[in-house]
T-cell receptor, first 114, second 109 residues
Framework: DADVTQTPRNRITKTGKRIMLECSQT?????MYWYRQDPGLGLRLIYY???????NKGEISDGYSVSRQAQAKFSLSLESAIPNQTALYFC?????????????FGQGTRLTVV | RKEVEQDPGPFNVPEGATVAFNCTYS??????FFWYRQDCRKEPKLLMS???SGNEDGRFTAQLNRASQYISLLIRDSKLSDSATYLC??????????FGAGTRLFVKA
């Protein structure tokens, strides 16, 4: 089983719908991240969290919100999906107790907004 | 200016060739540096960390130049299996990791 699990793996949704992407990890890491990947733009940071009470905006947080329900769970919500949010979304974790802090990624969620 | 910029690629090289990728970063306070490999439709995975003294892992060598704010990855004796996208990553201020856009490498027989 994957150490960082994302659900769903694929999703097609309509413009204006609310959608939640979930991420859970069994690595015991304190830091969790959400990235989106678009062709030619690489991975862009949406939100990150260093513990349950800590949430930070990344490069492109507009239109997204997150919730860190527990150390092992970090969900990403699109309150009202729009077509330019069509992308591959990755959750990642890292451990602040080790350094340098390698990021471990989930398998990704391919989201299409029509 | 993007925080992390990479050679746009793609790089098309024959088997056995040596290929080098460069990556520049804008935040001089950056502390940690990495190269990740991403296969098509897969998640990125760490290839190697980059240390000030440089480091080598088999056919792969990574170097850091803090004065010029760039990191490099050298792949010697390229294999078909090296075909992938290579992402540089920088742990910037606030301990968040920022990635470059990636450089695609195609190794041909």
């Amino acid at each position: 089983d994957a150490d960082v699990t994302q659900t769903p793996r694929n999703r097609i949704t309509k413009t204006g719908k609310r959608i939640m992407l979930e991420c859970s990890q069994t690595k015991g890491h304190d830091r969790m991240y959400w990235y989106r990947q678009d062709p030619g733009l690489g991975l862009r940071l949406i939100y990150y969290s260093f513990d349950v009470k800590d949430i930070n905006k990344g490069e492109i947080s507009d239109g997204y919100s997150v919730s860190r329900q527990a150390q092992a769970k970090f969900s990403l919500s699109l309150e009202s999906a729009i077509p330019n949010q069509t992308a591959l979304y990755f959750c990642a974790t890292s451990d602040s107790r080790t350094g340098p802090t390698e990021a471990f990624f989930g398998q990704g969620t391919r989201l299409t907004v029509v | 200016r993007k925080e992390v910029e990479q050679d746009p690629g793609p790089f098309n090289v024959p088997e056995g060739a040596t290929v080098a990728f460069n990556c520049t970063y804008s935040n001089s306070a950056s502390q940690s540096f990495f190269w990740y490999r991403q296969d098509c439709r897969k998640e990125p995975k760490l290839l190697m960390s980059v240390y000030s003294s440089g480091n080598e892992d088999g056919r792969f060598t990574a170097q850091l130049n803090r004065a010029s704010q760039y990191i490099s990855l050298l792949i010697r004796d390229s294999k078909l299996s090296d075909s992938a996208t290579y992402l540089c990553a920088v742990e910037a201020g606030g301990f968040k990791t920022i990635f470059g856009a990636g450089t695609r490498l195609f190794v041909k027989a």
